[in-house]
């Protein structure tokens, strides 16, 4: 009989590093790659796993976030299927979600509501493509309490992230230390780390049993990495994955093991500009392992225009349904749903949001421009950075971010 399975999906995170673009909307509700939103990449990696009953627990700015989930993912209900969202609902007293480990504490009806075997805890705000159920089957072969995704990364990187260091067999994990500069090296690669992806599978009891005691420890952060994975290996019954083991179905050798934590606005413009490259580095165009979300009735798009430098073209660019290129160039670009670069415009690896509209012979350059926003005709964004850092969000790469709805100076 297969095991059974509870899939909880922690998005509760405020996502500060990624303002404007969270100034009134969830971390995973952050629109991404065009057509879809952050958390659509873990739904959907669950989804084609097979794993069928999700919640999504939530907290700050969640109503976008939980608009999405409630329109998109509908499940068939007949053999008890649902991904639903479950906003903090102080269950255990007069208080918000302490930490992503008091959220489940909090959400434990949940989980005797479907008395699982097993429970799967992943992130909502990574960009990646994984099948689960690999994780889970070595999860239940090892007998271990936990099992934590690693993903290899070079030794010189390791205070950076959140390090898994295992024993001499490469699985058990010996120590769970957070951004380390003094990281040792694998068993079988000295010069490479793991890096926590932050995805957790769980047998049930321990999973319940360790939250429990670190409720009642008044000094922890109740953080399910920095409070209850190092709890779990100081027991000795925390056991690592490779991410790199993991097959995606239609995965090829470029894109398999891609992995991104979008957490920084560069990061996050970097994981766009993955998408874009003649081969890409993360490829969307997996149809053995799609990545699902809301498809409203948006016409295709549309290119207008040929006459002179009046020609409307996009190159090495993704552009979405709705959206109309009108006697403008497009080069390396994201380009939404129903977004409008009017004549003579021209966008160089740019990010636009739904509904952003280009002014004529406006240039925008190395920039994220959330939903709705006019560019009037012939500004400038990007061409002058200083001039930009006095009124938009320029980050330390060199991108200029301009929040939802912000007005756009000529």
């Known amino acids: 009989m297969a095991a059974k399975v509870l899939a909880i999906v922690l998005a509760g995170g405020e996502g500060k590093r990624l303002m404007p673009l969270t100034t009134d909307r969830a971390k995973p509700a952050v629109p991404f790659g065009g057509m879809y939103r952050m958390v659509d990449f873990v739904l959907s990696n669950l989804a084609n796993a097979g794993y069928l009953k ?50 489940i504490y909090q959400s434990f009806n949940l989980i005797n509501d479907e008395q699982p075997d097993y429970v799967i805890v992943f992130g909502a705000d990574h960009i990646y493509r994984m099948d689960p159920r690999q994780m889970v089957e070595d999860h239940i072969a090892s007998g271990a309490a936990v099992t934590v995704a690693g993903i290899r990364q070079p030794l010189s990187m390791a205070d950076q992230f959140g390090v898994i260091e295992v024993g001499e067999d490469g699985r058990r ?93 560069d990061s996050f413009y970097d994981a766009h500009m993955d998408l874009i490259n003649v081969h890409p580095v993360f490829n969307l165009y997996n149809f053995d392992w799609p990545i699902y979300t809301e498809q409203p009735p948006w016409p295709p798009a549309k290119f207008v225009h040929q006459w002179g430098e009046r020609v409307g073209r996009a190159v090495g660019s993704m552009v979405s349904p709705g959206s109309v290129i009108s006697g403008s160039l497009v080069e390396n670009s994201i380009v939404s749903p129903k977004v409008r670069v009017h004549s003579w415009a021209h966008v160089e690896g740019s990010v636009l949001m739904e509904g952003v509209e280009i002014g004529r012979h406006a240039v925008i350059r190395r920039a994220i421009l959330d939903k709705n926003v006019f560019v009037p005709e012939g500004a400038e964004i990007g061409v002058d950075l200083e001039k930009d850092r006095q009124r938009y969000t320029v980050s330390d790469n060199g991108i200029v971010v301009i929040g939802k709805g912000q007005k756009v100076e000529p």
Not at 185 to 202: H, K, Q, R, T
Not at 233 to 239: D, K, P
């Open 173 to 265: 994990i010996r120590a769970f230390r957070e951004k380390p500069t003094d990281a040792v090296g694998l068993p079988d690669a000295p010069d490479e780390i793991y890096a926590s992806m932050g995805n957790y599978v769980f047998t049930t009891r321990a999973l319940c049993e360790a939250v429990e005691r670190d409720a009642e420890d008044k000094s922890s952060k109740h953080d399910m990495g920095g409070s209850i994975i190092p709890m779990l290996v100081e027991r000795g019954e925390a056991n690592v994955y490779d991410f790199r083991d993991n097959e995606v179905p239609g995965s090829d050798d470029r894109d398999r093991g891609y992995w991104r934590d979008v957490g920084t606005l």
């Open 54 to 103: 999700i919640v999504v627990l939530t907290q700050y700015k969640s109503h976008s976030l939980d608009r999405h989930i409630t329109k998109t993912w509908r499940m068939s209900t007949l053999l008890g299927n649902y991904v639903t969202p479950v906003p903090a609902q102080q269950r255990r007293g007069p208080w918000w979600f302490a930490g992503s480990a008091d959220a």
